[in-house]
């Protein structure tokens, strides 16, 4: 099996759930996450199946394993009994619609037949429905279907293709999901696309459900699309202002907008938040200049940052990133967490200010000054929940990254600054909690200047907990 770490990294983030929401979800410890998206260990087959549950995704998006294989026991009765059972007048008894839809499980000439007689009982239904067989040959559709792709509705499309009434890439399209329902047995419900056949211009739910026969074998499959066109004109914009309600904050500095063409050149803004003006004095003006304005600020210790992970989250529809940014008047630099979802051609994008982290456990709090204060870069551990929980401000003036990089992911000093030759030692340290009293390690900063650390470690505990205090210094070797 071939898991691929960085992917799982890179979802779990998209999704926002952190290393210890997603340890929990799997019974397991952070420690164990942090282990697989480094590549240190990795998760046997079936964990690769429960990371996947749990992170909502198909396991082919972090591994090179398939979904399992769960056969259905939908039959073409009651299938389309269920399909039918809102249009269907009351008093048109439902076993007289079940016998005639059994019949579809026959191929050859009878199902020719029988399939005659669904299609006057289909086509009153709001939406577009087709019969296939294995051979992904049309057996029946409905009338919608036909008007759909523009044909009259006395066509007779009896052993007909997906090649005979779309688009070269619709029918590729159409064929292979179809083939996948059949070849597997795997449903496909209420998939959101848009419609085969309408050019783009129309919007559905997609369901696809296989049919098996009396002995249990796959006879074919029924194909439903749903228009929700006109659901989906409003649903966008709406997703977008619940996302910014949502994260509304005194400190968010917020615009969301609509993209008036494909390659994202121009912007129509619909909302511009005057924090965001105060904190970067960009005004909607630059944005409509030049919708990627925000990057202009963007400090040289945080360019190659992004230059890199602009280039892992591209075309992803919702973005993450820790910047320094400058103020263009001022000169000030903050640190921002750049949240940034898109939807369809809406976007919106919350600017929020990366608050320093207060020294929270009491044992320590006697040393808080002392700690703020040191010229020395100070990174606290708790080994009983593995994480950190202080990180002095000294960090960035030595490794170039802001202090929440670390709280955020244990292993961020190790996998983005320590130098190759000395990984490997520090990973073994951090992995085991035990390091050295005194010991040097070379780091690569974001200008990529080199730097050589010696750090010390001390170990502070009580009868119920154990901390270990790092404190680096510049070493002139």
Known sequence: MIFYQNKLKKIRKEKFISQTALAKLMNCSRKTIARWEFGVTVPKVNDVYKLAKALDISPELISDLS????????????????????????NKPQQHVSNILRETVKLGKELKVSSMLIETILTAVPFAFYIKNPDLKYITVNSEFLNIVGIKNNYDVFGKTDEDFFSTRDAKDNSSEDSKVINSGISIHNLEKYIPGTRRLKYGLVSKLPIYDERENIAGLIGVFFDITERKKYESELKMLHKALGRLNSGDAIFMGKYLDSSHKHLQIDFFSQSLTKLTRLTPDDFLKNTRAWEELIHDDSKEYFKIENKKQWGSPEQFYKLKLVNQYTGESNWFNYHYYEEKNYCLAIFTIVKKVILKPNPLKSFESLLFNSNDSIIILDTSTEEVIFVSEKFEEFYGYHPSFLYDDLYFRISQCVHPDDKAQEMSYLNSFNFPESRQFKIIKPDKSELILEETATEFKTSDAKWILLAAKKCNK
Do not use: A, T
């Not at 979904?67 to 039959?75: A, C, D, F, G, R």
């Open 67 to 90: 979904p399992k294989i769960e056969k259905s026991n939908v039959k073409i009765s009651s299938l389309i009994n269920s399909i039918l059972s809102n249009n269907e007048p009351e």
